[in-house]
């Protein structure tokens, strides 16, 4: 074999060790969970809710504009990405809750409450920016 083959096959060999080093690389960041456990503020209390009224009724959305990102969990200054996944942790959690919970039960009403309330601070965020 020629130096030319040598070179060949060592570029080759460089090049394959690249891939697969990405490739794994790629397979282990898929398989992280998303945000470390923990790192999430705790969830905001649900608000109280008498039978019958809707979350919109109870939150002015000047109560929801001084406090989204506190529903949402995020900071005031958060990215547009940021806000999308924690609204997505956030509901995530609500049906959780109302998944594990029986039918009718004050746990379930209440996930349901702050289900509402999670998707009126994003509907407000989302208008503001765009």
Known sequence: MSAADWAVLLGCALLGFALVSWLLAL????????LPIGSL??????????PGDSVTEQVSRADISRSWHMILGVAERASAEEIESAFQARLAECERVAFDSIPGTDERRAAETRRERIRAAYDFIRRQAG
Do not use: D, F, N
């Not at 503020?41 to 008498?50: D, G, I, K, S």
């Open 27 to 34: 397979i282990r960041q898929q398989r992280a969970p998303p």
């Open 41 to 50: 503020p705790p969830p905001a209390p649900p608000l109280p809710a008498t």
